[in-house]
């Protein structure tokens, strides 16, 4: 069973209400989370790991807290040792690794500054120095400051958004695919803010785009490594876990969604799956049923994007090709023209490469 928040209080307002988030505020990013009330939940305790991952290396970035956390714990689970990089919250970090070694796995802190390049190559360092190699890179980390208006957001915010957000996705991958094997796994966190925008996060959803079409673009990385994005939809506050599942699928439900537009789904098939999420109770089975049903639509939607993007590649390529061949035909029918009158058919056929017969249709 998964765990969920307890009622901490109430308020009046009209009737009670059940109060899952008081108002709290921290001033500075990134935000701390062991002083948050209450305390996000990133572990589930009844959830016991099969070996998918057993004897792999991962790197998670922001993975003291948060979403990186959470990655972290199933990781270990699944039989993973993990290098969680940060910038400096340092007691979340040390809590994150103390309840992965008391899971039973290894972990290893680096703090840093990921805005800087040469941060990317010490974690690879220190990665192959402790574990001797490298299989999984997670892309997790992110900044964000709400804005009420595109006129708010100066420079100096627009550019450490974007330093932050995107430019450590090249710097890493770059730094950690000489030492990774075929069947290693690059994973990208995105948003939904990518594809739906947001008001008020306008340079962060910007940055959300970016990873997209950064994680799509990277076709020669295919043969080495499997390369793919996360998409996080965006959740309210005071939202349980039945009603994060639910918002999935309604993400899934938007016609413009790539995911629908890929597959080609059908929107009733789509509804079907959501009224049985609503109707789902505590059962794990029907839970471990969707979240299978789940994995299956990303493995089909990467598949056929994959098949896609190869396709256009190999068009393009042989029309450069036959582009190249007309033109050098071209090239030799037009020498062959100016010979006529000086060489035999013969030695117009050496030099142009033409046959004897193309040769006297042009005469």
Same mark, same amino acid.
């Given at each position: 069973?998964?765990?969920?928040?307890?009622?901490?209080s109430?308020r009046?307002?009209?009737? $009670?209400?059940?109060?899952?988030f008081?108002?709290q505020?921290?001033?500075c $990013?990134?935000?701390?989370?062991?002083?948050m009330?209450?305390?996000?939940?990133?572990?589930?305790?009844?959830?016991?790991?099969?070996?998918?991952?057993?004897?792999?290396?991962?790197?998670?970035?922001?993975?003291?807290?948060?979403?990186?956390? +959470?990655i972290?714990?199933i990781?270990?689970?699944?039989?993973?040792?993990v290098?969680?990089?940060?910038?400096?919250?340092?007691?979340?970090? @040390?809590?994150?690794?103390?309840?992965?070694?008391k899971?039973?796995?290894?972990?290893?802190?680096?703090?840093?500054?990921?805005k800087?390049?040469?941060?990317?190559?010490v974690?690879?360092?220190?990665?192959?120095?402790?574990?001797? =190699?490298?299989?999984i890179?997670?892309?997790?980390h992110?900044?964000?400051?709400? $804005?009420?208006?595109i006129?708010?957001?100066? +420079?100096? $915010?627009?550019?450490?958004?974007?330093?932050?957000?995107?430019?450590?996705?090249?710097?890493?991958?770059?730094?950690?695919?000489p030492?990774?094997?075929?069947?290693?796994?690059i994973? @990208?966190?995105?948003?939904?803010?990518a594809y739906?925008g947001?008001?008020?996060?306008i340079?962060?959803?910007?940055?959300?785009?970016?990873v997209?079409?950064?994680?799509?673009?990277?076709?020669?990385l295919t043969?080495?490594?499997?390369?793919?994005?996360?998409?996080?939809?965006?959740?309210?506050?005071?939202?349980?876990?039945?009603?994060?599942?639910?918002?999935?699928?309604?993400?899934?439900?938007?016609?413009?969604?790539?995911?629908?537009?890929s597959?080609?789904?059908?929107i009733?098939?789509?509804?079907?799956?959501?009224?049985?999420?609503?109707?789902?109770?505590?059962?794990?089975?029907?839970?471990?049923?969707y979240?299978?049903?789940?994995?299956?639509?990303?493995?089909?939607?990467?598949?056929?994007?994959?098949?896609e993007?190869?396709?256009?590649?190999?068009?393009?390529?042989?029309?450069?090709?036959?582009?190249?061949?007309?033109?050098e035909? =071209? =090239?030799?029918?037009?020498?062959?023209?100016?010979?006529?009158?000086?060489?035999?058919?013969?030695?117009?056929?050496?030099?142009?490469?033409l046959s004897?017969?193309?040769?006297?249709?042009?005469?």
């Amino acid at each position: 069973m998964y765990p969920i928040y307890k009622k901490l209080s109430t308020r009046e307002e009209c009737e $009670q209400v059940k109060v899952l988030f008081p108002p709290q505020h921290q001033e500075c $990013q990134p935000g701390i989370e062991n002083i948050m009330v209450p305390r996000p939940i990133s572990n589930n305790p009844s959830y016991v790991g099969s070996g998918k991952l057993k004897g792999k290396v991962a790197i998670i970035t922001g993975g003291d807290s948060g979403i990186g956390r +959470a990655i972290a714990y199933i990781f270990v689970k699944e039989g993973a040792d993990v290098v969680i990089s940060y910038l400096n919250e340092h007691d979340d970090a @040390n809590e994150t690794k103390a309840c992965i070694e008391k899971i039973g796995g290894k972990c290893l802190l680096i703090p840093g500054d990921l805005k800087e390049e040469s941060m990317s190559k010490v974690i690879v360092e220190k990665t192959i120095e402790c574990f001797g =190699k490298i299989d999984i890179l997670v892309n997790n980390h992110a900044v964000q400051f709400i $804005q009420r208006s595109i006129l708010d957001i100066i +420079a100096e $915010q627009l550019d450490f958004t974007f330093r932050t957000n995107i430019y450590p996705f090249f710097y890493l991958t770059k730094a950690v695919l000489p030492c990774l094997k075929k069947g290693a796994s690059i994973i @990208n966190t995105a948003s939904i803010t990518a594809y739906r925008g947001e008001p008020l996060l306008i340079d962060y959803s910007a940055t959300k785009g970016a990873v997209v079409a950064f994680t799509y673009s990277n076709e020669e990385l295919t043969n080495v490594v499997e390369i793919h994005f996360i998409e996080i939809p965006k959740l309210e506050d005071g939202t349980d876990e039945k009603d994060m599942l639910v918002n999935w699928i309604e993400f899934l439900k938007d016609p413009e969604s790539e995911t629908v537009r890929s597959l080609e789904m059908s929107i009733e098939e789509i509804r079907q799956a959501k009224d049985e999420l609503v109707k789902m109770s505590n059962d794990d089975a029907q839970r471990e049923l969707y979240e299978m049903r789940a994995k299956t639509l990303r493995d089909e939607v990467s598949t056929l994007n994959n098949a896609e993007r190869k396709g256009i590649k190999k068009g393009r390529e042989e029309g450069r090709k036959q582009g190249i061949q007309e033109g050098e035909k =071209k =090239k030799a029918v037009e020498i062959a023209k100016s010979l006529l009158d000086i060489l035999d058919v013969d030695t117009i056929s050496l030099k142009t490469g033409l046959s004897k017969d193309e040769i006297n249709n042009l005469k």
